[in-house]
């Protein structure tokens, strides 16, 4: 059975002391001497919390990352730092809030005009940083500075602007990593085409600047993180493998796709898109080549592996089950997603953390485990996960908070609009900016969000609604306007 940290066993000492060992630069392995631990942190696009099979499905396959929990910690109240993709992904890299960042949105996107039935909406979508600063120190800088060779496989998406690219950003390699939201096609040439709405012009690109007919993106850049692990192999290394899939377009290989339309949904409803479970298990595959390289090569034992997603599932492809939402807004369908850490020689068997942890949380976890000074003022609303693992809590957390001056537009389901939202130990409560309205649930009785309880706990709300000002007013966030145009195009 899995050990649960924060309500149950005590951690074992011999583990223990062997994580204590790692800390003071890694193991010894064959023909090396101590070198500092590897890191991977396997980064999938709009995986959904139960789009894994250790997380629930039995539709979708997932066995490579379902063995990598059996030696890794678990996160159940694991969440991203946005319900959208480039603000958790800049929140991962700097250890930083996207609303301290002002990195709210996707982007490019803004959309308040263009939503509402052509209407407009009450407010202006705030303005966003759309190219993450060169002045923030990355994860990738901060390890590279303390002697690892980085590479980033995959998608990128935190600017706009070519001069905001990965091998600006502390990456001594870049493979397909660019300012767009997602590949045109997951089959070669990967040609892309996109425009933001109609009066828009069209933009097209590819994802990979060759490749040879039939070949598969998720596969091509598993191929790449793999040759990038073998021709390091005598080196400390950090790779971001950051997968387009499973993001739109659905695009699967079709022998894999064909098993799945020869087989039973799961009990999830919402689990049934073959193609969908099909890119799932491409996704698996990767895991099991870059773990079967890992072993190849005896370095399994000095490799630290972080597993999540950037947000929730995506509303049209799959369920979020047993939670209400999906990406694109702030339910915990939306945010609540798959966070694995393999940590050798502390996380030996199956264990499970009920701790609340956030994207942000990742930065100082990495360079705690990996036996580096910690850099407070860079990932200032990180804290290191390392105590969990020695079955202790987090000091110093007195709730989450979510910040989202912008609106989602159509695509996805039941799209946000502009909010602030706090977690206080069990207690969420989500503040509308365009009216002032509260929701309060409580995640302990009320996973699903199914009942507002504000009206019935009025002091509670006040306190957490202070709360959140004052986290705002720290954090120095930007606020949406009043759209002078909404009265009269409404009426």
Known sequence: MPIRTRHDKPYPVIALL??????????????????????????????????????????????????????????TQAYASSTLCS????????????????????????????????????????????????????????????GYVTASIGKWHVCRDPAYYPEYQGFDVNIGGNHRGHTGSYFYPYKGKWRMAADFPWEEWHTLPDGRPGEYLTDRLTAEAVDFVERNRDRSFFLYLSHYAVHTPIHAKKEVQAKYEQKEPDSLKGHVEPAYAAMIESVDASMGAIVGKLKELELMDNTIIVFTSDNGGFGKQTSNYPFRGNKGNFYEGGIRVPLIIRWPGVTDRPMISETPSITTDLYPTILDMAGLPLIPEQHVDGLSLKPIFNGGDLPSREALYW?????????????????????????????????????????????????????????LVKSLLAMLEAWRNESGVQLPEVNPDYSATSR
């Not at 809030?97 to 803004?110: D, G, S, V």
């Open 403 to 459: 910040h989202f001056p912008n609106y989602v537009g159509p695509n996805h389901p039941n799209g946000s609009r502009p909010l602030s939202m706090i977690r206080y130990r069990d207690w969420k409560l989500i503040e509308s900016l365009e009216d002032g309205s509260v929701e309060l649930y409580d995640l302990k009785t009320d996973m699903a969000e199914s009942r507002n309880v504000a009206s019935e706990n009025k002091g």
């Open 87 to 146: 603000p958790t992904r800049a929140s991962l890299l700097t250890g930083k809030n996207p609303a301290r960042l002002h990195i709210t949105h996707a982007i490019p996107i803004q959309g308040y005009k263009r939503i509402e039935g052509g209407r407009g909406t009450p407010l202006k979508d705030a303005d966003y940083v759309m190219n993450l600063p060169l002045e923030e120190v990355t994860i990738a800088e901060a390890l590279k500075r303390n």
């Open 18 to 75: 062997s994580g204590m060992l790692m800390l003071w630069g890694g193991c010894v392995c064959k023909g090396q001497t101590l070198q500092k631990p590897n890191v991977i942190v396997f980064l999938v696009d709009d995986l959904g919390y139960s789009d894994v099979g250790c997380y629930g499905s039995s539709y979708y396959e997932t066995p490579h990352i379902d063995r990598l929990a059996a030696s890794g910690m678990r996160f």
